[in-house]
């Protein structure tokens, strides 16, 4: 079946490190990916999106890499700092919009 | 804020009683998805509805079931609660069934 899973549940940085965060996923046929960020008490942000005829895409101190060979999506975190704090998820993205999530990495940051 | 209004924020249910949840769309979204998210996990698609027509549904019991109205606000309603329906219930608005979604900030739900 369908599923999308994260390899580590925490994460911890030092501020200004740079952060790193997987995901794997299991539907060879997804083509369509997206990193949210949860902050206690909120609901999931969108932070970037990639779709499968991409490798990587830059964003703003973010970078969303996607390797289809090994089904595994990473989100790269520039020089990260406490406002980073938070839970990310990968989602994967099926036909009319449903979200298949991951079960999320906590991300704490040190100052 | 993403425009999303979900209430009420808290609620406390006891085990077998009927609840019901809701959510504001962005304006001109007409799409509405919900998702539960129970502690330390990842949220779960619960159903969608799209143009106040059920467009989708997860892996959840008929006892979960929703409403959309012509105004694209949308309810989740819970009967014969469990204690495994404690979780955070998302709601999401999207301007098509297939565009993002912004989520709510959600419905903490526990059931006792």
């Known amino acids: 079946g369908e599923s999308v899973g994260l390899h580590l549940p925490t994460l911890s940085v030092q501020e200004g490190d740079n952060s790193i965060i997987n995901c794997a996923y299991s539907?060879?046929?997804?083509?369509?990916f997206i990193w949210y960020k949860q902050e206690s008490g909120k609901g999931p942000q969108f932070i970037i999106d990639i779709r499968s005829n991409m490798d990587k895409r830059q964003g703003q101190r973010v970078t969303v890499l996607l390797n289809k060979t090994v089904k595994h999506l990473s989100l790269q975190i520039a020089a990260t700092q406490p406002g980073d704090s938070a839970v990310y998820f990968c989602?994967?993205?099926?036909?009319?919009?449903?979200?298949?999530f991951g079960q999320g990495t906590e991300l704490s940051v040190k100052p | 804020e993403t425009g999303v209004t979900q209430s009420p924020t808290h609620l406390i249910k006891t085990r077998g009683q009927q609840v019901t949840l809701r959510c504001s769309s962005q304006s001109g979204h007409n799409t509405v998805s919900w998702y539960q998210q129970a502690l330390g996990q990842g949220p779960q698609f619960i159903f969608q509805y799209y143009r106040e027509e059920e467009n989708g549904r997860g892996n959840f019991p008929p006892r979960f079931s929703g409403l959309q109205f012509p105004n694209y606000s949308s309810e989740l309603n819970v009967n014969a609660l469990e204690l495994d329906d404690s979780a955070l219930y998302l709601c999401?608005?999207?301007?098509?069934?297939?565009?993002?979604?912004?989520f709510g900030q959600g419905t903490r739900l526990t059931v006792v």
């Open positions: 539907n060879s046929a997804s083509d369509y």
């Open positions: 989602a994967e993205v099926n036909q009319g919009g449903k979200l298949i």
């Open positions: 999401a608005s999207s301007l098509d069934h297939d565009a993002e979604a912004f």
